[in-house]
């Protein structure tokens, strides 16, 4: 289980849409697990059910890891904020700087920049492994690019990715400037404006990043992968 990538409400009051990768350690193909769950009490005022049932399954095969290899290229997906994670490093900024909640940055608070509902992706996602071959999915959550990238790449490669490829949101400059925190630091803690990767084979790059743009994503070019030896790395370059 490589982590949850996706929770999202459904059409109706009390379905959830829960979206998984699923990889074994041996490599073998991982898959994005779909499953829709009907909400007790909604089935209970029905009349049919007493717990939460699982209602549909769904398997979208995502490649395995020997499909993934030098010459495939990163696709950034954009992230509305911090996303739930490193909040314990946001508090202490917070406190050692004297803020409030309620200062402005930019134009909006900081409340509104920390409390920025996590941006789902699982839609565009599952539409995109329909239409072309996925080798990877890398969820950015706690621990950064260093830490999530490395998870779905096999061994002998190394992630290069261009963080001058897209323009963080200001929350981020923020919490580094006044927590002093360093640039490796800022990446292994943030997802720092990029909150999903797709691994694609190069010759797929435009197809994916104008389906994931038409889907609503901010969608672009981030990095590539080039042979390496040993565990799988990232290196973060400008």
């Keep these: 289980e490589a982590g949850l990538i996706a929770e999202d409400d459904g059409p109706e009051r009390g379905v959830r849409c829960l979206g998984r990768v699923l990889d074994d ?3 073998g193909p991982g898959q994005v697990l779909v499953l829709v769950v009907v909400a007790a009490a909604d089935l209970q005022q029905a009349g049919r059910h007493e717990h939460p049932v699982l209602v549909a399954a769904h398997h979208h095969p995502v490649g395995d890891r020997q499909q993934r290899q030098a010459g495939d290229v990163l696709i950034g997906l954009g992230s509305s904020g911090p996303h739930s994670n490193g909040y314990s490093l946001i508090r202490k900024i917070l406190e050692v700087s004297g803020s409030k909640l309620t200062d402005m940055l930019e134009d909006r608070s900081l409340a509104d920049w920390l409390l920025a509902p996590t941006r789902i992706y699982v839609k565009p996602l599952l539409a995109l492994c329909s239409r072309l071959p996925v080798h990877a999915l890398a969820h950015i959550t706690g621990g950064g690019l260093s830490e999530n990238l490395p998870r779905v790449l096999p061994a002998d490669t190394l992630a290069v990715v261009d963080t001058s ?8 400059d923020w919490l ?3 927590g002093n925190v360093a640039n490796n630091e ?3 803690t943030f997802n720092c404006g990029i909150g999903m990767v ?3 084979a190069a010759g797929d790059a435009l197809a994916a990043i104008e389906h994931l743009t038409n889907q609503g994503e ?3 070019l981030i990095g590539h992968i080039e042979p390496a030896s040993g565990a799988p790395e990232v290196r973060l370059v400008t």
């Design 25 to 27: 350690e041996a490599g």
């Design 165 to 172: 490829s897209w323009q963080q949101p200001a929350i981020f």
């Design 176 to 178: 580094q400037h006044n």
């Design 186 to 188: 800022m990446f292994r």
């Design 198 to 200: 797709v691994c694609v």
């Design 218 to 220: 901010d969608a672009r």
